[in-house]
C-alpha cells in the first residue's frame, strides 16, 4: 500500500478500514513489516497481550502496537540495536523516502482516528521507565523530528483531523518515528536478531 505523500493533506475519509492489525502489519518498509509479523508471532508477545487484555477486542491491537514501539525504543536506547549513528542515518534516510521504502502516513493516520482514548495509547505492559530514552537516543529522537521533511510528514496526517484528534502531532510523530526506527533496525541487525531483542524487552518488563 502506498504512502501518502508528505504535505498532501489526507483526507478523512481515506482512512476508513485502515485500521486493523492486518493493515497495519502489512504496511510500511518492507523490513519494517518482517519484524512486526516476527514479533506478534512470538508465544512471549502473545501471552503478555493476553495478560493485559483479558475483554476488550481492540485491546491487543492497541497494546500491541504500543508495546512494539516502546520495545524499539528501549532496545535502541540500550545500544541493543547496531550502533546509534548508523540507526540515525537510516532513520533519515526511511523517512526522506516517499516511495516503497518511506514511512506509512496513512495507516498511522487511521490508528490516531480508531484509538481516540489515551489509556489506548498507554502501554499497560511495560513501566514508563522501561521506555525511557538514553541521552544519545533522545538526541536521534529529537533531530529527526525537527526536521522539516519530518514535520511535513506529520502535518499531512494531522491537517485533517486535529480539530477531532488533538493529539495527532504528538501520536504521528511517535508513530512515524517507530516506523523509521523499526525498518532501521531490521535492517542493521536483521529482523530476527532485532525482534530476538525486542522480545528480550518485554520479558523483562
Do not use: N
Not at 44 to 63: G, I, M, R, T, Y
Not at 124 to 144: D, H, K, T, V, W
Amino acid at each position: 500500500m502506498p504512502s501518502a505523500l508528505p504535505g498532501a493533506g489526507v483526507q478523512l475519509g481515506e482512512y476508513t478500514g485502515r485500521a486493523t492489525e492486518d493493515s497495519w502489519l502489512s504496511t510500511g518498509p518492507e523490513a519494517l513489516q518482517a519484524l512486526k509479523t516476527k514479533f506478534f508471532s512470538k508465544e512471549e508477545v502473545k501471552v503478555k497481550l493476553h495478560a493485559a487484555c483479558p475483554w476488550d477486542a481492540d485491546c491487543p491491537f492497541s497494546q500491541g502496537a504500543t508495546l512494539f514501539c516502546g520495545a524499539l525504543r528501549s532496545a535502541a536506547s540500550d545500544g541493543k540495536l547496531g550502533d546509534m549513528a548508523l540507526l540515525e542515518s537510516m532513520v533519515d534516510a526511511t523517512l526522506m523516502s516517499t516511495r516503497f521504502y518511506g514511512v506509512d502516513t496513512v495507516t498511522q493516520g487511521a490508528l490516531i482516528m480508531k484509538f481516540d482514548r489515551e489509556e489506548q495509547w498507554a502501554s499497560r505492559i511495560l513501566p514508563a521507565a522501561s521506555s525511557a530514552s538514553s541521552a544519545a537516543f533522545e538526541g536521534l529522537r529529537q533531530r529527526a523530528v525537527k526536521k522539516p521533511d519530518f514535520q511535513e510528514l506529520v502535518s499531512g496526517i494531522c491537517d485533517e483531523m486535529q480539530a477531532v484528534r488533538p493529539q495527532c502531532p504528538s501520536r504521528a510523530s511517535e508513530g512515524l518515528l517507530c516506523q523509521a526506527l523499526g525498518q532501521a533496525a531490521a535492517v542493521s541487525v536483521g529482523a530476527q536478531g532485532a525482534c530476538s531483542r525486542l522480545v528480550e524487552v518485554v520479558l523483562a518488563a
